[in-house]
């Protein structure tokens, strides 16, 4: 399922005239032009963005709708509140990751062909859905709804987790290492993404996470790492 990206919503526009501008005899009035619909989707983009740049704490229904050109008060009619749009946002981030385990390179071949490809995938998504992934990283379990997402991120991690064991068992992966946190150190790399990265810059998403698949399991040293 594919993840919509932010961005903000518009009212209707206002009229194409200047103002004092006089009809003339030959010229057509002006034709209303109609409100650009919005949605729950588009509603939670437009959130996700604003969780993302104030933090959910400090992010107001009010910042919401200022950001998405509507009254607080048609928010309501699609959402109870802000947890809401949260909870919508952290299932899209989490619907993303737990993809990448079902894609045919992630699900197939040798362990550590599989976890080159997670690692490298879970780098992309860090850019392609953004705000979801800055908003994922950052719960703390203040609610049930971010507790909820805390549980099914640490599902995920103890899927990778296991593949890593997988292979180590295959000789595929350093032995003397402990699995849990091999995990915890690749995808903490993966999670300081959402906290520099800015779109536009020099660096494209595929030189990010080649950068990162090649530390994981090369190194950084000329020649990459020889284990004993």
Known sequence: MGVQHPHKLQLEPGSPFGEGHALTANEPPAVEQPRRPYDIDRL???????????????????????AAGITKAAIYHHVTGKEELLDRGLRRALEALYAVLDEP?????RPVERLRYIVRR???????????????VRVRGNSETERHAIERRRGFDAAVTALVREAQAAGEFDATLEASVVVRLIFGMCNSIVEWYRPGGRLQREDIARALERIVFEGTLSGGLNFP
């Open 122 to 136: 879970v780098a992309e998504l860090a850019i392609e859905v953004l705000p979801e992934l800055t908003v994922l």
């Open 44 to 66: 939670t983009d437009v959130a996700l963005a604003v969780f993302a740049e104030r933090g959910f704490d400090g992010a107001s229904m009010d910042d919401v709708a200022r």
């Open 105 to 109: 390179s992630a699900a197939k071949g």
